[in-house]
């Protein structure tokens, strides 16, 4: 349970490492902020630029180039990338030749507007630029700024297989679809990632083969909306309906692609992220029923329990529709765990529509949750149209009001675990203690326990004894 989205917090703005490759000699920073989409981007573009001769450094101050993939969902996010951008300033006086790039949604949503802005910048480039980068790096070394923040039609970078920075060596996010078409009125994404399309299966079962062959575990299929997963031969999902006949007949879906992986890899954990409430479908429930390696866990965002708020949002579904796809999941999965991302103090939230999202909470008891006060991004349909018209210390009032909701209901699921035995994917040590591990069971309920003969991967059954409001505290059995 956050109250702030951060994905694996500790990579957020962390440096970046991946293992060296010989022979090439220049220094490479990169830090990488915002959703497991921008890591994984991260990690194609570690992959473009080993080819051309860099490997990763946590040395801010040898880097030959400093890289931060940034995000702009909310104002707090492009406030902390300018506050590393002065570090890098103070960081390039004593280096420089130490060149500065700014990757991702904040370089698409600025543009060349931050090379005005930010003087200290030397390359902006968008989320479909990235092959573009050793010839812009060209560009930059010959003393000129450059950019690149064109939007594609068919990137998915599914040829470019990611380098894994930071890893465990245990788990690691597949991306299979880039950009967004919901246009929800308060998010930036589809400004900032363009149009929705969907990477081709075999590139995807490649990527996770290569994946298990390096013995990993456990594999996360990333988008932004995974549901609306369709490969029809290429192109963008708004496009499908001019497809030909042949191309929609033998069209996949996201349950096909699931069960297409599950089938391949039994041996494999599998993990998706983030799934849309008007998107998901029964199929896809009934794949993850069908597949035991499939996690039985589901990030569910719904952003408010008042169907009036969702209709301002563009939400596609009401309070109703979505109860009603809880209760299938529910049914179908009983096991199933749920979380949910929420926004308080979207415009013009009244009390009582605020109400409906506190019972809706009450309703699903949700086992996670990731929750956030609204925060109007400039040029999205919202900021547009309607005021942001809720007083901060409301939004704020409203959110610690649901974050203790959340927490009650995130305890009362953890303790459903206690006096079982589930089955734990080590991950690593435990933070706070060296003589534990720590690993998630197929729910995502994170679990330590004290260290045997065992070793990171290894699929383990641990008896639960206990409990804290986040974590599960067991011994192997
Ligand atoms: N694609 C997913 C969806 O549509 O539900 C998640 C997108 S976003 C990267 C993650 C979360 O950030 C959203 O689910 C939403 O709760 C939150 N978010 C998006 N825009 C926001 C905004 N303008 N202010 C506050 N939170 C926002």
Redesign the pocket.
């Given at each position: 349970m956050g109250s702030e989205?951060v994905i694996e917090e500790k990579n957020q703005g962390q440096a970046l490492l991946t293992d060296h490759k010989e022979g090439n000699n220049k220094k490479l920073y990169i830090e990488s902020y915002?959703?497991q989409m921008n890591l994984n981007d991260s990690e194609i573009v570690a992959s473009i630029l080993s080819e051309e001769g860099y490997n990763t450094t946590h040395l801010i101050e040898e880097a030959d180039l400093v890289l931060v993939n940034t995000c702009s969902?909310?104002e707090k996010a492009e406030q902390t990338v300018r506050k590393r951008l002065q570090k890098y300033n103070a960081i390039k006086k004593i280096n420089p030749t130490m060149k500065v790039g700014v990757l991702g949604c904040m370089a698409e949503r600025l543009k060349a507007k931050f090379l005005e802005e930010e003087k200290i910048v030397d390359l902006v480039v968008g989320p479909d630029a990235y092959r573009d980068l050793p010839n812009l790096l060209q560009e930059v070394s010959s003393g000129r700024d450059a950019i690149n923040v064109i939007l594609s039609k068919e990137e998915t970078y599914g040829d470019v297989a990611p380098v894994r920075l930071n890893s465990n060596g245990v788990s690691a996010f597949v991306s299979i679809t880039r950009g967004?078409d919901?246009m929800?009125t308060?998010?930036?994404?589809p400004f900032t990632r363009g149009r929705e399309r969907s990477r081709e299966p075999k590139s995807i079962l490649d990527e996770v083969k290569q994946l298990s062959e390096k013995n990993y575990k456990e594999i996360t299929l990333l988008g932004?909306?995974v549901d609306s997963y369709l490969w029809y031969g290429g192109g963008l999902k708004k496009d499908f309906k001019n497809a030909s006949e042949i191309a929609k007949a033998t069209a996949v879906d996201f349950a096909q692609l699931l069960d297409m992986v599950a089938t391949a890899f039994p041996k494999i954990r599998i993990r998706f992220s983030?799934s849309?409430p008007q998107d998901m479908s029964l199929n896809v429930i009934h794949t993850m029923a069908k597949h035991e390696n499939i996690c039985k866990y589901i990030h569910l965002?719904v952003?408010s329990g008042s169907t009036s708020v969702l209709k301002r949002m563009n939400r596609q579904h009401t309070r109703e529709e979505y109860m009603e796809l809880i209760d299938h999941i529910k049914k179908i999965i009983p096991d199933c765990a749920i979380s949910q991302?929420?926004?308080t103090g979207f415009c013009g939230e009244t009390e009582e529509e605020h109400r409906d999202t506190l019972s809706l909470l009450e309703y699903v008891k949700y086992d996670f949750g990731?929750m956030?006060?609204?925060?109007?991004?400039p040029g999205?349909p919202?900021a547009k149209k309607m005021p942001d018209d809720i007083p901060l210390d409301v939004k704020k009032r409203r959110l610690a009001e649901i974050i203790l909701v959340q927490q009650k209901h995130s305890l009362l699921r953890l303790k459903q675990f206690v006096g079982k035995t589930v089955e734990i994917l080590i991950e690593g040590s435990s933070k706070k203690s060296d003589a534990h591990w720590k690993g998630r069971n197929s729910q995502n309920a994170v679990a330590v326990f004290p260290k045997g003969n065992e070793k990171i991967g290894d699929f383990v059954n641990v008896y639960i004894e206990d409990c804290t409001s986040a974590t599960l505290l067991g011994k192997r059995v």
């Open positions: 989205k915002g959703c969902i909310r967004c919901n929800c308060f998010c930036v994404v932004q909306n983030t849309n965002p952003q991302d929420m926004m990731f956030f006060a609204y925060s109007e991004r999205t919202a």
